[in-house]
């Protein structure tokens, strides 16, 4: 997802995942899943089948281990700040993990088109020294809107060929 806004000096882009469940309803699916499941193991446990109830208890476990480490990874974020002056990015979850800074005036950026047409294209901010791959994550609506946001603000200083992967 891009959202970005703009004030008098400055432009800010904020590009997270898409988030396709919130955490009340990843709760309320572990919940439509627990009940039955339990009520069925308790069932077969009463009959006498008791090593029912590990499984099903690992299964739930192993159900909301996977909700809670995707809501974890919904809750990245890379913040582009463009002022006058310099381009900056952060990367991080709750705060900014990495942080680049680059002069405006020579910084560029790289768009590699996509080897399918459901794939975005791949964007780099670069300058001289360093370079930074923006928008991993997203979508191909969400990388062109990225790309039409800041080619209005920085240089596009090359657009490569497709790329090839080897699996």
Do not use: C
């Amino acid at each position: 997802m891009v959202s970005s806004s703009r004030t008098a000096t400055r432009l800010m882009i904020i590009l997270r995942p898409n988030q396709p469940a919130s955490r009340s309803a990843n709760v309320l699916v572990l919940l439509v899943v627990a009940i039955p499941l339990l009520t069925v193991a308790t069932a077969f446990a009463l009959l006498g089948a008791w090593l029912i109830l590990p499984f099903a208890g690992a299964e739930l476990l192993a159900l909301g281990t996977a909700l809670y480490y995707t809501r974890q990874k919904q809750q990245y974020r890379q913040v582009i700040t463009v002022s006058d002056d310099s381009v900056m990015i952060d990367k991080g979850r709750h705060a900014p993990g990495e942080r680049w800074h680059f002069p405006r005036h020579s910084t560029g950026l790289t768009i590699t088109r996509e080897q399918h047409p459901w794939e975005g294209p791949a964007l780099r901010v670069h300058d001289r020294n360093d370079s930074v791959t923006l928008g991993e994550f997203l979508n191909r609506e969400d990388s062109l809107q990225l790309i039409e946001l800041l080619g209005r603000e920085i240089r596009v200083r090359s657009r490569s060929a497709r790329i090839t992967r080897e699996f």
